[in-house]
C-alpha cells in the first residue's frame, strides 16, 4: 500500500487562501505554528506560506472541535481523532496504519515528506496512540528491513532523527513544570538505542510525571550525581536486546549500589526482561503500558507514607 503525500502546485494554498477555507485568523495560524509546530507551511517562490490540503482538512477539523468548545492546547495533545470521539461520547478511534508508506518514503529519501506524515499521525491519534502504535512498530519494521539488507545503516539514522524530532517537538509541548514524581531518564554507557528511551519519556510526561532526559550513555556514577542534583525519585533505564546480559546486570547493580536508598530504579526495553530476579529497589517493566500503573503504585505509596 502507499499512501500519496506528493503535492502538486494546485494542492498548495496561501495563507489568505486558508484563513478564508477554515476561518481561522491569519495570527492564530502563525500563533499554532509556532507554539504547536502545526501546521507545517512550507515557502513558495516569494517566501510565503503555503499549505497543502491535507493541513488544511485537518485545520478545518480542529477549528470545527474549538467552536464546540475544545482548547487547542488539549486538541493539540491529545489528538483530533481522540477529541472529536470524545466529543461524540465514544471511545477512542486506534490510530491509521501508515507504516508501509512511511518506510516507501524513506526509501526513497522524501524525508520531509517522512517527517510532516508522522508529525500529523502524532496529531491525529494523540502521543500516546502515536508513540504505541506508530513509532514502536515503525521502528520495530525500519529494524527488520535493515537486518534483511533492504535498508541501508544511514537510512535507519536519517529515520532514526525524524523520529526523534517529532517526539522531541511533541515532548516539550506538554508542561512538566513542578510535575511529580521526578524521574530522571537514559542509558547505561554502550547502550546507544534512544529511540525506546523518548517514547518512555514522552509516556512518563503524558502520565503527568516531571522528566529529566540524560539522553544516552550516561556512566554510573554521573547519573547518581544527576539524581541528587536534581531531588529525583525514579531512575527510568532503557536498554535494547543488543545490550549485553552480563554489562547490563552489572550496569543495574552499580547504579543501584551509587543510588540513595530511596530512590527508585525502573527498567525497561527490549533488553530489559532478562533481569530475571531483579535486585531489591529495581523493577522491571515489560512494556510502555506498565509505566501508568507502576506510576499510580509510586503515588498511592507516597500518599499513605
Ligand atoms: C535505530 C536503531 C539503531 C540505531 C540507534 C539510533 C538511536 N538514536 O536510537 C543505531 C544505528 C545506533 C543502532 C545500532 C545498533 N543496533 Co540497532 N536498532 C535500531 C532500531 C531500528 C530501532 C531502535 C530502537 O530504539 N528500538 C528500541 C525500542 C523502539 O524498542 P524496545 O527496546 O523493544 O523498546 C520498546 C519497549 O520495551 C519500551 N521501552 C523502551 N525503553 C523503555 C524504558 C522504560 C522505562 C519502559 C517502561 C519501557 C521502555 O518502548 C519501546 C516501544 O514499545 C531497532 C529495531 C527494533 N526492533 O527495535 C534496531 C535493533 C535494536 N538494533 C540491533 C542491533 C543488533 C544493533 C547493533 C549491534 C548493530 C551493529 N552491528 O552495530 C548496534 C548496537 C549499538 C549499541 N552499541 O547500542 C538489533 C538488536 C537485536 C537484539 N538482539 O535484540 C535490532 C532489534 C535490529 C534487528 N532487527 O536486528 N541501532
Known amino acids: 500500500m502507499s499512501t500519496e503525500v506528493s503535492k ?3 494542492d498548495m494554498l496561501g495563507i489568505a487562501a486558508v484563513e478564508r477555507e477554515t476561518g481561522l485568523s491569519k495570527d492564530t495560524l502563525r500563533v499554532w505554528e509556532r507554539r504547536y509546530g502545526f501546521p507545517k507551511p512550507s515557502r513558495d517562490a516569494n517566501g510565503e506560506r503555503s499549505y497543502p490540503s491535507d493541513q488544511v482538512h485537518l485545520l478545518r477539523r480542529i477549528r470545527r472541535l474549538v467552536d464546540q468548545g475544545a482548547r487547542p ?11 472529536e470521539a470524545r466529543a461524540r461520547g465514544e471511545t477512542p478511534t486506534p490510530p491509521l496504519g ?17 517527517r510532516s506524515l508522522l508529525e500529523q499521525a502524532a496529531l491525529r491519534g494523540g502521543l500516546y496512540e502515536f508513540v504505541t502504535a506508530t513509532a514502536a512498530p515503525l521502528a520495530a519494521q525500519v529494524g527488520e528491513a535493515w537486518a534483511r ?3 541501508q545503516v544511514y537510512e535507519e539514522h536519517l529515520f532514526s532523527e525524524q523520529l526523534q524530532a517529532v517526539l522531541r517537538g511533541a515532548i516539550a509541548r506538554l508542561d512538566g513544570a513542578g510535575a511529580l514524581p521526578k ?21 512518563f510526561a503524558l502520565e503527568g510525571a516531571g522528566c529529566v532526559s540524560l539522553g544516552t550513555q550516561t556512566p554510573v556514577r554521573e547519573l547518581a550525581d544527576a539524581v541528587r542534583a536534581e531531588g529525583a525519585h525514579i531512575v527510568a533505564l532503557s536498554t535494547s536486546g543488543s545490550y549485553p546480559a552480563g554489562q547490563l546486570k552489572d550496569g543495574v547493580a552499580q547504579l543501584r549500589a551509587a543510588l540513595p536508598a530511596e530512590v527508585e530504579l525502573w527498567c525497561g526495553g527490549g533488553g530489559s526482561a532478562r533481569l530475571r530476579q531483579p535486585a531489591p529497589g529495581v523493577r522491571v517493566l515489560s512494556d510502555l503500558a506498565g509505566i501508568r500503573d507502576a506510576l499510580d503504585a509510586w503515588r498511592e505509596a507516597r500518599a499513605s507514607a
Not at 98 to 114: D, M, S, T, Y
Not at 185 to 201: D, N, V
Request: no cysteine; charged share 20%; proline share 4%.
Open 73 to 83: 492546547g488539549r486538541i493539540f495533545a491529545m489528538g483530533i481523532d481522540a477529541v
Open 183 to 203: 524521574v530522571v531518564l537514559s542509558t547505561l554507557p554502550g547502550e546507544q538505542h534512544g529511540l525506546g528511551l523518548l517514547m518512555a519519556q514522552a509516556v
Open 8 to 10: 502538486t502546485n494546485e
Open 98 to 114: 501508515e507504516v508501509p508508506a512511511e518506510i516507501g518514503l524513506l526509501r526513497g529519501h522524501r524525508i520531509a515528506e517522512l
Open 149 to 151: 539488507g533492504e535498508l
